[in-house]
Protein backbone atom coordinates (compact mmCIF):
# COMPACT_ATOMS: atom_id res chain seq x y z
CA UNK A 1 0.00 0.00 0.00
CA UNK A 2 0.85 3.59 -0.58
CA UNK A 3 1.11 5.75 1.97
CA UNK A 4 0.47 9.59 1.11
CA UNK A 5 1.39 11.89 4.16
CA UNK A 6 2.34 15.52 4.70
CA UNK A 7 4.45 16.32 7.63
CA UNK A 8 4.70 19.96 10.11
CA UNK A 9 6.51 21.13 13.18
CA UNK A 10 3.97 22.30 15.35
CA UNK A 11 4.19 26.03 16.82
CA UNK A 12 2.05 25.49 20.13
CA UNK A 13 0.57 23.37 22.77
CA UNK A 14 -3.15 24.89 21.43
CA UNK A 15 -4.02 20.96 19.36
CA UNK A 16 -4.08 19.41 22.94
CA UNK A 17 -7.25 20.97 23.81
CA UNK A 18 -8.94 19.28 20.27
CA UNK A 19 -7.54 16.60 20.63
CA UNK A 20 -10.16 13.25 20.80
CA UNK A 21 -7.47 10.91 21.63
CA UNK A 22 -3.38 10.28 22.31
CA UNK A 23 -1.74 7.06 23.29
CA UNK A 24 2.17 6.68 24.60
CA UNK A 25 3.95 4.89 21.78
CA UNK A 26 7.45 3.82 22.13
CA UNK A 27 9.14 2.35 18.86
CA UNK A 28 12.71 0.71 17.56
CA UNK A 29 14.50 0.22 14.41
CA UNK A 30 15.22 -3.53 13.16
CA UNK A 31 16.32 -1.77 10.22
CA UNK A 32 16.48 1.93 9.84
CA UNK A 33 17.90 2.32 6.49
CA UNK A 34 16.05 4.82 4.52
CA UNK A 35 15.48 2.31 1.40
CA UNK A 36 13.62 -0.34 3.83
CA UNK A 37 13.21 0.56 7.37
CA UNK A 38 11.42 -1.82 9.64
CA UNK A 39 10.16 -0.42 12.32
CA UNK A 40 8.07 -2.18 16.04
CA UNK A 41 5.78 0.33 17.77
CA UNK A 42 3.74 -0.58 21.13
CA UNK A 43 0.82 2.03 21.49
CA UNK A 44 -0.48 1.59 24.41
CA UNK A 45 -1.48 -2.01 24.38
CA UNK A 46 -1.49 -3.03 20.76
CA UNK A 47 1.73 -4.23 19.10
CA UNK A 48 2.57 -3.35 15.25
CA UNK A 49 5.47 -4.41 12.77
CA UNK A 50 6.13 -1.90 10.06
CA UNK A 51 7.94 -1.78 6.91
CA UNK A 52 8.78 1.41 5.00
CA UNK A 53 10.33 1.92 1.51
CA UNK A 54 11.78 4.70 0.44
CA UNK A 55 9.75 8.19 0.14
CA UNK A 56 9.63 9.50 -3.66
CA UNK A 57 11.09 12.91 -4.84
CA UNK A 58 8.75 15.00 -3.09
CA UNK A 59 8.60 12.84 -0.13
CA UNK A 60 4.84 12.26 0.64
CA UNK A 61 4.64 8.83 -1.18
CA UNK A 62 5.99 5.96 0.08
CA UNK A 63 4.75 2.31 0.72
CA UNK A 64 3.79 0.83 3.72
CA UNK A 65 2.93 -2.40 5.33
CA UNK A 66 1.89 -2.85 8.79
CA UNK A 67 0.70 -5.80 10.52
CA UNK A 68 -0.96 -6.24 14.33
CA UNK A 69 1.31 -8.03 16.51
CA UNK A 70 0.92 -9.45 20.07
CA UNK A 71 1.87 -6.85 22.65
CA UNK A 72 4.56 -9.29 24.62
CA UNK A 73 6.20 -9.62 21.19
CA UNK A 74 6.73 -5.97 20.37
CA UNK A 75 8.26 -6.02 23.47
CA UNK A 76 10.89 -8.74 23.09
CA UNK A 77 11.12 -7.32 19.40
CA UNK A 78 12.57 -3.81 21.34
CA UNK A 79 15.31 -5.84 22.49
CA UNK A 80 16.44 -6.68 19.11
CA UNK A 81 16.47 -2.95 18.03
CA UNK A 82 18.88 -0.95 16.77
CA UNK A 83 20.03 1.82 19.77
CA UNK A 84 17.52 4.95 20.39
CA UNK A 85 14.23 3.69 21.28
CA UNK A 86 11.81 6.39 20.64
CA UNK A 87 9.32 7.67 23.16
CA UNK A 88 6.09 10.25 22.36
CA UNK A 89 2.69 10.76 22.99
CA UNK A 90 0.77 10.81 20.06
CA UNK A 91 -2.36 12.92 19.86
CA UNK A 92 -5.42 12.37 17.28
CA UNK A 93 -7.05 16.01 15.76
CA UNK A 94 -9.72 16.60 14.12
CA UNK A 95 -9.94 19.23 11.45
CA UNK A 96 -12.43 19.32 8.37
CA UNK A 97 -12.37 15.58 7.10
CA UNK A 98 -8.79 14.85 7.87
CA UNK A 99 -7.38 13.72 11.29
CA UNK A 100 -3.94 15.31 11.97
CA UNK A 101 -1.51 13.09 14.00
CA UNK A 102 0.86 15.13 16.40
CA UNK A 103 4.14 13.46 18.20
CA UNK A 104 5.56 15.03 21.39
CA UNK A 105 8.73 13.48 21.83
CA UNK A 106 10.17 12.63 24.70
CA UNK A 107 13.98 11.02 25.76
CA UNK A 108 16.79 12.24 23.61
CA UNK A 109 13.87 13.51 21.36
CA UNK A 110 12.22 16.38 23.95
CA UNK A 111 11.22 19.49 23.07
CA UNK A 112 10.14 18.26 19.31
CA UNK A 113 6.66 17.83 18.22
CA UNK A 114 5.64 17.32 14.49
CA UNK A 115 2.33 16.65 12.93
CA UNK A 116 1.21 14.44 10.21
CA UNK A 117 -1.67 14.35 7.70
CA UNK A 118 -2.06 11.29 6.18
CA UNK A 119 -3.77 12.72 2.33
CA UNK A 120 -5.52 10.33 -0.65
CA UNK A 121 -3.36 12.06 -3.29
CA UNK A 122 -0.51 14.36 -3.19
CA UNK A 123 -2.74 17.22 -4.29
CA UNK A 124 -5.42 17.16 -1.88
CA UNK A 125 -6.23 20.09 -0.25
CA UNK A 126 -6.71 19.99 3.52
CA UNK A 127 -7.56 22.59 6.20
CA UNK A 128 -4.44 24.18 8.02
CA UNK A 129 -5.30 24.62 11.73
CA UNK A 130 -3.29 27.72 13.59
CA UNK A 131 -0.64 25.58 15.12
CA UNK A 132 0.79 24.15 11.99
CA UNK A 133 4.26 25.66 11.54
CA UNK A 134 6.72 25.03 8.50
CA UNK A 135 6.12 21.94 6.86
CA UNK A 136 8.80 19.48 7.17
CA UNK A 137 7.18 16.71 4.92
CA UNK A 138 10.96 15.94 2.55
CA UNK A 139 13.25 16.56 5.62
CA UNK A 140 14.49 13.50 6.41
CA UNK A 141 15.99 14.77 9.95
CA UNK A 142 12.08 14.26 11.03
CA UNK A 143 11.76 10.90 10.01
CA UNK A 144 11.59 8.68 13.07
CA UNK A 145 13.88 6.23 11.96
CA UNK A 146 16.62 9.51 11.30
CA UNK A 147 15.65 10.30 14.96
CA UNK A 148 16.58 7.15 16.36
CA UNK A 149 19.90 7.86 15.30
CA UNK A 150 20.32 11.59 15.50
CA UNK A 151 18.46 12.61 18.45
CA UNK A 152 16.79 16.38 18.30
CA UNK A 153 18.88 17.06 21.62
CA UNK A 154 22.43 17.04 19.22
CA UNK A 155 20.96 18.87 16.63
CA UNK A 156 22.35 22.66 16.49
CA UNK A 157 19.64 25.43 17.27
Not at 44 to 50: A, D, N, P, V, Y
Amino acid sequence: MIEIERKFLVTSEEFKADAFTSHEIAQGYLNSNPERTVRVRIKGEKGFLTIKGKGNASGMSRFEWEKEIPVDEARQLLHLCENGVIEKTRFEIKIGNHTFEVDEFYGDNLGLVVAEIELGSESESFEKPLWLGQEVTNDERYYNAYLSQNPYKNWKK
